[in-house]
């Protein structure tokens, strides 16, 4: 009940923000501004040490919808997809796959033993595919000519899919003709998914360089709403992330 006050409470929070700063505005203006294209990549931080996590780092890309709000600020729709690779001590025995724990890692362990020439080797990565939508507003200072900064701030859900590939490749030696049998094959655990909502703030610098056209680089640093046992918070691996993006802009 305690954790279902508080995500209340940030539910309603994320929901007024936006009204108030939309609020008073002449919506008949509200017109497209640009649309943006970029890649970045990620770099996570205050990694779950619960969980074992001691790296996450990702590489992606996105799209953003900007609409002009009044004098130099905006507001944008962001929408965009990130590959993950987490790297995660024991991920085997911290997944929590029953088939694994209680069965099939016994069934290794004695084909082993019953086989002295038998053996098996076990290795494991991991990927997190994060699809984010997000709300975002800017404001638009021009430095010198051509040549803008952006700060920004805004926020949304990231929608996650924690992925676990089990490789296996077994070896039989047969003594008699001296030949080793090699196989390897993957197994995959039930993945891991949720949607935990995320804040973040940022700034771009960009550089017009033809009429309607600038390209632009950036930083974003994005936080993780704590909402424990709700909205796939818990199995999520990591609290913030420093994203770094380059991109193209089409003014309108």
């Not at 923000?17 to 609020?23: D, N, R, T, V, Y």
Request: charged residues 20%.
């Amino acid at each position: 009940m305690i954790h279902y006050s508080r995500l209340s409470k940030i539910k309603i929070v994320l929901i007024i923000i936006p009204i108030i700063l939309l609020s008073n505005i002449n919506f008949a203006q509200f017109k497209l501004k640009s649309i943006e294209t970029f890649t970045d990549v990620a770099f996570a931080s205050d990694l779950k040490k619960h969980m074992k996590v001691n790296q996450a780092d990702a590489i992606g890309g996105g799209v953003k919808i900007k609409f002009h709000l009044f004098d130099k600020f905006s507001v944008g729709v962001v929408g965009g997809y990130k590959l993950f690779t987490v790297n995660q001590d024991n991920d085997l025995s911290t997944w929590g796959w029953d088939y694994w724990d209680l069965r099939y890692s016994n069934t290794v362990r004695d084909n082993q033993i019953s086989m002295p020439n038998l053996s098996a080797e076990i290795n494991t990565f991991q990927k997190m595919d994060v699809i984010p939508i997000l709300l975002n507003f800017d404001y638009e200072y021009e430095i010198i000519k051509n040549v803008h900064i952006i700060p920004s701030f805004g926020g949304g859900i990231i929608f996650y899919f924690r992925r676990l590939y089990i490789e296996e490749t077994w070896r039989k030696y047969f003594s008699t003709i001296d030949y080793t049998f090699e196989y390897t094959y993957r197994n995959f655990p039930p993945r891991k998914s949720g949607n935990p909502l995320t804040a973040f703030v940022g700034f771009d610098i960009d550089y017009e360089f033809a009429d309607g056209y600038k390209i632009f680089t950036g930083i974003n640093y994005a936080y993780t709403v704590i909402t424990r046992d709700e909205m796939g918070y818990n199995d999520f691996p990591f609290r913030y992330q420093l994203s770094v993006k380059l991109g193209l802009t089409f003014s309108y």
